[in-house]
């Protein structure tokens, strides 16, 4: 990786843009891990022996699966590497979700979060993301809650997932947001003006599907620009994504080893003007930047 692809989260955590993500360790579809405990842990290592230093995780990926995995597979826990956890939706089963924002719901997330955590010796947790705003709480009352858990020096960041460009200037005025989640990736940009606003604020955004959920490994504009670089569809992807803002920090996630090399390798191309100009030009015109 070059430092073409770094930035400061919060204004003082150097990070990797492109980093990895756990989602893939569990599933929506799982209840508990995916594959071998062995092959995440596995996983896990080896994105940190290539450079990465932003894991993505959250409380509910298997639920708690993810995070004993993240913390199995990075004890004694590399200095350099930040952990971004999740709280505010609990898993009941498979495929329900339920939204829970309130303060005294959200600090035992936290709490159990940490003390999963806490393996890595750290004593907070360095990015907290609240998964979803919940309609039934007020937002003061649940960015409270957070930077409450702030002060205490349980977490040392708060972070936004799944939000609107008016929502983030809402938050913006309870407490500081050092990043945001979004649905976002070369041919869904509804996220263009949330976008905008994090340049303009310095706050980082990761975008969660960077690769469309696999539709973009097979778009035709993504394999002939790879097959002109030597690349895989993929790569053009997350690539365009490094190129299209500064603030943009993808985290794929995969559960094996061949396919995060892969992703990773995506860090070294790049893209030519023309590239751009022609990958741009995929999205609908009310989402261009």
């Not at 070294?268 to 995929?282: E, F, N, S």
Request: charged residues 20%; negative net charge; hydrophobic residues 40%.
């Amino acid at each position: 990786m070059q430092p073409f692809d770094s930035l400061l989260l919060g204004g003082e955590l150097p990070v990797r843009r492109l980093g990895y993500g756990t989602a893939q360790l569990t599933g929506p579809g799982y209840w508990g891990p995916r594959g071998a405990a062995r092959d995440a842990v596995a996983v896990l290592r080896r994105a940190v022996e290539r450079g990465v230093t932003l894991i993505d995780t959250a409380d509910n990926y298997g639920p708690d699966v993810a995070e004993e995995l993240v913390a199995e597979a990075l004890h004694p826990y590399p200095e350099a590497v930040v952990v971004a956890t999740k709280g505010g939706v609990v898993r009941t089963g498979p495929d329900a979700w339920h939204v829970d924002g309130r303060p005294e719901a959200l600090r035992a997330m936290c709490e159990a979060s940490l003390r999963r955590l806490r393996r890595l010796r750290r004593e907070r947790i360095d990015l907290y993301q609240l998964h979803r705003l919940d309609p039934a709480v007020p937002l003061t009352e649940q960015l409270g809650a957070l930077a409450e858990l702030r002060t205490e020096g349980k977490i040392r960041h708060i972070g936004l997932d799944t939000v609107t460009a008016d929502q983030l200037t809402a938050a913006l005025e309870v407490t500081e947001v050092v990043s945001v989640q979004n649905r976002y990736h070369l041919l869904d940009r509804a996220g263009e003006p949330l976008l905008r606003l994090c340049e303009a604020r310095g706050i980082a955004f990761l975008p969660w599907f960077p690769l469309g959920n696999g539709e973009l490994t097979g778009h035709p504009v993504c394999a002939e620009t790879a097959a002109r670089h030597g690349a895989a569809p993929g790569q053009i992807a997350l690539a365009w994504l490094l190129h299209h803002s500064p603030v943009l920090c993808p985290t794929p996630g995969t559960g094996t080893l061949g396919h995060l090399e892969e992703n990773l390798d995506a860090a070294g191309v790049r893209l030519t003007a023309a590239d751009l100009a022609r990958l741009d030009a995929l999205a609908a015109p009310a989402h261009r930047g």
